[in-house]
């Protein structure tokens, strides 16, 4: 019995950290429609976790957030939105991990000009293409860093701004074959540079016809101060 109970903790635990594949999750939670004790036990795991994100420092959502959140909640009555917006709200989950795995050392070198007012990582959800940038506010310019990945045969990659608020993002122009380069910003855009996205599309040669993604949306990332 003593044993059945510790492998109930282990299990309750898994279920809380979204560790059982389909099955044993269905199997599990159809267990705790039963059986008080197991939802008690997930509950503890819950508060448990809980307690190991209070030195975890706040982060202000992309703006893309409260457009899905108003989505999801609220259907009938939330402004539609294009799929482009859709998609890049489930990137910006997805690649969370992988902006913290990469450094903007090439960026911040004090020896190539003035630190960046504002950085980004704009990464592929698996990793497969990775840009740093870094904002200029002295010059109105973009430095960019592609650390990982680049065009298909054939196609380009074109970088995206989506500001606060805007429904539709602005393209910045292709990126070239060259790792690094950089990119001027117009200065309507450069004042609304804090809190924005920036996304990198797969375009044919010559970039986007109709000043919209046209192609797949491969990278994303949000803009944060420096």
Do not use: C
């Not at 109970?5 to 159809?30: C, P, Q, V, W």
């Not at 909640?73 to 910006?92: N, V």
């Not at 504002?118 to 506010?137: K, M, P, Q, R, Y």
């Amino acid at each position: 019995m003593e044993e059945e109970h510790s492998d109930d903790i282990a299990l309750a635990g898994e279920y809380a950290l979204h560790l059982l594949d389909d099955a044993e999750r269905r199997a599990f939670e159809d267990r705790m429609t039963r059986d008080p004790m197991l939802r008690t036990l997930v509950r503890d795991w819950d508060d448990q976790l809980a307690l190991l994100t209070g030195t975890i420092a706040a982060v202000d959502p992309a703006p893309v957030v409260k457009a899905r959140l108003k989505n999801t909640l609220f259907p009938d009555t939330a402004e539609r939105r294009r799929p482009f917006s859709t998609w890049l709200m489930g990137a910006l989950v997805a690649v969370g991990v992988i902006v913290g795995a990469v450094i903007l050392a090439p960026l911040l070198n004090p020896e190539v000009g003035p630190n960046p007012a504002f950085t980004a990582t704009v990464a592929a959800e698996d990793g497969s293409l990775i840009v740093s940038a870094g904002f200029i506010a002295e010059t109105n310019t973009l430095a960019v860093s592609r650390q990982t990945g680049g065009a298909f045969p054939g196609r380009v990659l074109e970088l995206w701004l989506i500001v606060d608020g805007a429904d539709a993002p602005v393209s910045l122009g292709v990126l070239p074959g060259n790792p690094e380069a950089r990119i001027d910003v117009p200065q309507t855009l450069a004042a609304q540079m804090q809190n924005a996205v920036l996304a990198i599309s797969d375009e044919p040669l010559g970039g986007s016809p109709t000043g919209a993604p046209t192609g797949a949306v491969l990278a994303v990332g949000p803009v944060t101060g420096a």
